[in-house]
């Protein structure tokens, strides 16, 4: 049988062509990278990485509704309802629904999320100071601005 294989492959020296610079693959291979870094530190705590900006975001905005935050941090709905039974059963946030709409749930922090935020603040953030050490505080600026003009964030900087 004769080989079909006509180039020599290089195992060392991958070719990407113009995928290289996609937007997608780039963020996506970053995300795998932050992700690994997230899971490989803080893989203790229990929690995904999204969890935690979950809980932070509520303890920054008690009593906000659930679907709220979900559209907030762009979260599917149905993914959002599962992630917060999840923080719920683990005594982090307490859900409320509302008399005037019985549709809707709001979310605070529990005291044990309250007091778990507050001390694992430090660790979680450290994974921020992480990336940006990667790049000059300018490089990390300029990469922030677009990205937040990219997804149309450009006013959630408070």
Known sequence: MQ???????DETTVRMGE??????FLLRVAQIQTFERFFETLGDYGLKPGEFTVL????????????????TLS????H???????LAKQGLVARTTPADDRRAVRLTLTDQGR???????????AQNAFERNQMSPEEMETLIGLLRKLTGREADAS
């Open 56 to 71: 932070w975001v509520i303890g920054l905005n008690p009593g906000l509704r659930q679907g709220t935050i979900a559209a």
């Open 3 to 9: 080989d079909t294989l006509t180039e020599t492959t």
């Open 115 to 125: 007091t778990f935020v507050a001390e694992n603040k430090s660790a979680f953030l």
């Open 75 to 78: 979260i599917k709905p149905a």
């Open 19 to 24: 995928i290289q610079n996609s937007l997608g």
């Open 80 to 86: 959002m309802t599962k992630l917060i039974g999840r």
